[in-house]
């Protein structure tokens, strides 16, 4: 059988009104499904457990165990995003609802975050970049834009913080890497092969690692000391950052309630240095 979220997709026009709510269920909350169990999937979705095993014979599986294991398979067998593309308009296929749909996915996808935090991972990986005395980032492609804020915001609190988005480079970055380094990896499906060897290369020269990626099945995870997860998934062609995002803003806020004796001095002088520069638009007194 096929990729079980594109089956899902196909099957949804065919469904029952119990079926298709538990399908578009799945389909929304691609990350999160498959590790519940019959009754809270009934739970959630306001249907019977008895009903999420026929929806389960009904997509062609044996029970809920085979399904299950299905979208485990599927989490690392990554859509093409054409494939997404076509998912994205069979789920969004409501003209009065769409837009609509698109938010609460991703309120959706911050209430899974939220739910599936490990707050003694986030604690570590807070003290760790606290301590740290590098700190490396590494992303590629459309998580490079998740790279970039990370930085930005570090530097505020931290010196030596430095993203790094090609893998050509890290043989010279890496070079005097040390156990008491940090590397932070960033990755969601598609996950690129270019940040998976910079952050594999990091962990195999001691520094410690931490991954920012979708779920605990992603490849960043074996290799991470510290795994933060967030959900990332929209039944569309594009990924969700917004969850990743709110999750980075928990870290970095942390941080700085961490240290905001330390700060509060850098921030004021950070501010006397923008308005020197004339960084930032002042409104003009009549």
């Known amino acids: 059988m096929g990729n079980v979220y594109q ?43 008895a009903t999420v095993v026929r929806f389960a014979t009904f997509i062609g599986y044996s029970g809920f165990p085979e399904l299950q294991q299905a979208m485990q398979d599927s989490l690392q067998k990554q859509l093409t995003t054409t494939e997404r593309l076509q998912m994205s308009s069979q789920v969004y296929d409501e003209e009065d609802q ?21 707050q003694t991972q986030f604690q570590k990986a807070v003290n760790l970049l606290l301590g740290a005395n590098n700190i490396y980032i590494v992303a590629s492609r459309s998580a490079v834009s998740l790279g970039v804020f990370l930085e930005y915001y570090l530097r505020i609190m931290r010196s030596h913080v430095e993203f790094i988005s090609s893998v050509e480079l890290i043989s010279e970055k890496f070079y005097n890497l040390h156990e008491n380094d940090v590397v932070v990896g960033i990755s969601f499906p598609r996950y690129t092969q270019s940040t998976l060897k910079m952050f594999s290369f990091a962990g195999e020269r001691g520094a410690t690692t931490i991954a920012i990626t979708d779920n605990l099945l992603s490849p960043l995870v074996p290799i991470a000391d510290v795994p933060l997860t967030a959900s990332s998934r929209l039944p569309s062609f594009i990924d969700s950052f917004v969850a990743p995002l709110s999750l980075m803003n928990a870290l970095v806020t942390q941080m700085g309630n961490a240290r905001n004796m330390d700060i509060k001095q850098k921030l004021e002088d950070l501010e006397k240095t923008w308005d020197y520069l004339d960084i930032f638009h002042k409104k003009r007194e009549e």
């Open 98 to 118: 769409w837009l609509y749909n698109i938010f609460q996915d991703d309120i959706s996808n911050i209430r899974s975050t939220m739910e599936n935090l490990d």
């Open 7 to 49: 089956t899902i997709g196909e099957k949804i026009p065919n469904m029952s009104k119990s079926h298709k709510k538990i399908g578009e269920y799945i389909l929304r909350n691609p990350n999160k499904v498959p590790f519940l169990t019959v009754g809270k999937l009934a739970q959630i979705t306001s249907v019977s457990e």
